[in-house]
């Protein structure tokens, strides 16, 4: 028989190669959007303790005007490390008014299940009438609702109203409520599926969105995000503020008669921004960051996560103001998510970790 000759690269061979390249350059860039070498310099608030009772992360806070503070706890989410893996998330309230503020977990109406609590972005509503609203965005068994509760001061408890689930709202990440059963939601992923979640973060797709809720009408009011995660509304109700955070970015958006909104500009840091939160005295917002998202996902006790606060002043103007108000390698305080201001105080959560109180 003739000697074989060699034979020419087959097509799927040239396309594996250019898969693969692909993927190389999706990993370089997913380690840049992850910032998984950046370190951060010691910032320092003077008065700070941590606060008794969270010890397994208070992801997101909102303070009310009279000063009760609420934190959604103990958040499990796949390949999201935990120090109490077995015990169901709660929220927690705190009263900044008092001299020595204490945690105390809030009772939960009879009906609700909470075995499967899973809270994550939380934010309260209070009527006309002065009834306080509580939305919680909730992951049982690792799916997506949003929870509608009543908060009942006298009795320290939540009374459970209502569980909203829609197919626009497949990963929802944090909330900003505008009326008693009215809000708008991040979407950090497009796909509800654990897999597809990675694939498309991996392959850097921007389709994580803004969804505008309300009881007669539900349509995505803002989309192109790479992973769209805390959501806010200015004091004068006519901006919504999104924090991006694999593209450490801020953007505001202009909110309209109809609750659409079109983008007005955004704000590049250099850092994974989480939550925010508004001082309603000054229109600051306050951000909880992870200046190292690496550190944060890939959990090493001997190298943990970091810390850090930014306070952004006249976000509207040409040149808005950033500050770094605190920043922690780890040894205090891992992976914080929020910070929220009240009357010269500051509260700051994590994802997975312990709560700092501080008096500014």
Sequence with gaps: ?????????RPSEGVLGIALALLGERFLALRNRLKASREVEFADVPNCHLIKGIEAGAGDIDILPNGLAFFSVGLKFPGLHSFAPD??????????????PRALELRISRGFNLASFNPHGISTFIDNDDTVYLFVVNHPEFKNTVEIFKFEEEENSLLHLKTIRHELLPSV???????PAHFYATNDHYFSDPFLKYLETYLNLHWSNVVYYSPNEVKVVAEGFD???????SPDNKYIYVA???????????????????????????TLVDNLSIDP???DIWVGCHPNGQKLFV??????????VLRIQNILSEEPTVTTVYANNGSVLQGSSVASVHDGKLLIGTLYHRALYCEL
């Design 1 to 9: 028989p003739a000697p074989p000759t060699a034979q020419p690269a």
């Design 87 to 100: 015990k169901p998330g709660g929220i927690l309230m705190m009263d900044l008014k008092e001299e020595k």
């Design 173 to 179: 990440n944090d909330i900003t409520a505008v009326g």
């Design 227 to 233: 992973s769209a995660n805390g959501i806010h509304i």
């Design 244 to 270: 991006d955070t694999l593209a450490h970015e801020i953007h505001v958006l202009e909110k309209h008669p109809n609750m659409n909104l079109t983008h007005l500009k955004v704000l590049k840091l250099d």
């Design 281 to 283: 005295s000054s229109g």
């Design 299 to 308: 959990y090493d006790p001997n190298n943990p996560p970091l810390s850090e």
